[in-house]
């Protein structure tokens, strides 16, 4: 059996193409839609009623585009998730970027249990690193920092440039006083600077990307459900839609991840 439905994947921006880069190469078999709401983005100084009425828009709309299955690819929204499926009955197994996955792998690899989390404001109200942490072990310090300055910046695609060195130098440098050794890169915006906050933290830090961990979860509810592909169906397709401009989108995403998107459609998704 296959089953040749798409895999859907929304984010806010550009940030969640970090995950589909990893969906992609993961499982290169599979069909993609991602779904970007540009025109309502940066989540991360949203309500939180905001944010889950938007993502319920989001996720019925890739349910109308016959997805399979629908990953969260914004942290932001995946720390709302309780909230989200008690609203939304979906049809589909929903998967979100946050999940026990990255927060074991960053465990595993601290020596000193001092484990930084950066995030969009939201995601640090939230609290939903720490709390997932507990179910490991309450002891373990996690030292969480915002990143939402730099939001608008990655958005734009200019991550090379000067100024971002600066802000990212700025933004990060609470953290570099509380003493940690690892770092989950908890906003999917992020990867796309991993060198530039590598460089700052110094190779003494460890960076984990929740991506990694994602693709692997969202492979084995594939194979759970056994609603895969056949692994060795030719490569799959991707489409990008977004609520915004999509030739903006676009520029962005060539400069951030090559020629992963050609075309770029937008839609209207009840905004
Ligand atoms: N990329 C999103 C995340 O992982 C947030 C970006 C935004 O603020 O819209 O949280």
Redesign the pocket.
Known sequence: MSDNRPVGVF???V??LTLLRELDSFMPYEDYIYLADTAR??????TEDEIVAYSEQLIHFLEKQDCKMIVI??????GLLPQIEKDIKSTVPVVG?INYGCVAAALYVTYNFRIGVW??Q??VDSQVYRKFMDNFDPTVKILTESC?DL?PLIEKGKVGSPEMRRLTDKCIQPMRNEDIDTIIL?????PFIKTIIQDILTPAVTIIDPAKRTAVLCNKTLMDKGISRKKHSAPGTKKFYVTGDPDAFLKTSKLLIGDMATRVESVDVGQ
């Open positions: 984010d806010s921006g940030g969640g983005m940066p989540y991360g100084t949203r690819a914004c942290n932001t929204v995946s970027i995030a969009t939201r995601t939402t939001i908890g906003c999917t915006h992020l």
